[in-house]
């Protein structure tokens, strides 16, 4: 007869041998998350099918993307929707170059190791 600690081992290698074998598709097709800097949440997608990789940057304490988020357009411009007031130490020109720089680093490969946060 097995102990109660025996059984608990089994069923622990059991649900790590099952979990192991599940894919994980975190990333791909979908934005997810990757790193909150000064309010700004940096995201990141990679499209499976041409292996390209999307960042994009936004304050997401107001609403979805479109159409209520504060955020960076493709060219890094700064998109702020007529009906949203911020304080002015959020949109610093200093932290839109950290965000810009950021976004630069998560583009550039499949690794996103950022130098300075």
């Known amino acids: 007869m097995r102990g109660p600690s025996e059984v608990l081992k089994s ?16 990333g791909l097709d979908n934005f997810t998350n990757l790193i909150f800097v000064d309010n700004w949440l940096i995201e990141r997608r990679i499209d499976s099918s041409t292996n ?7 304050i997401p304490s107001h609403a979805t993307w479109f159409g209520a ?3 960076l357009g493709p060219a890094n411009e700064l998109i702020t ?14 932290k839109l ?11 550039a490969g499949l690794l996103f190791l950022p130098e300075k946060i």
């Open 69 to 71: 988020r504060v955020r």
């Open 11 to 26: 069923c622990f290698f059991g649900a790590l041998l099952i979990t192991s074998f599940t894919p994980a598709n975190a």
């Open 81 to 94: 929707p007529t009906w949203i007031s911020l304080k002015g130490d959020l949109l610093l020109e200093s």
């Open 97 to 107: 170059k950290k965000i810009i720089e950021l976004l630069r680093d998560c583009r």
């Open 52 to 58: 390209e990789i999307k960042c994009r940057a936004s």
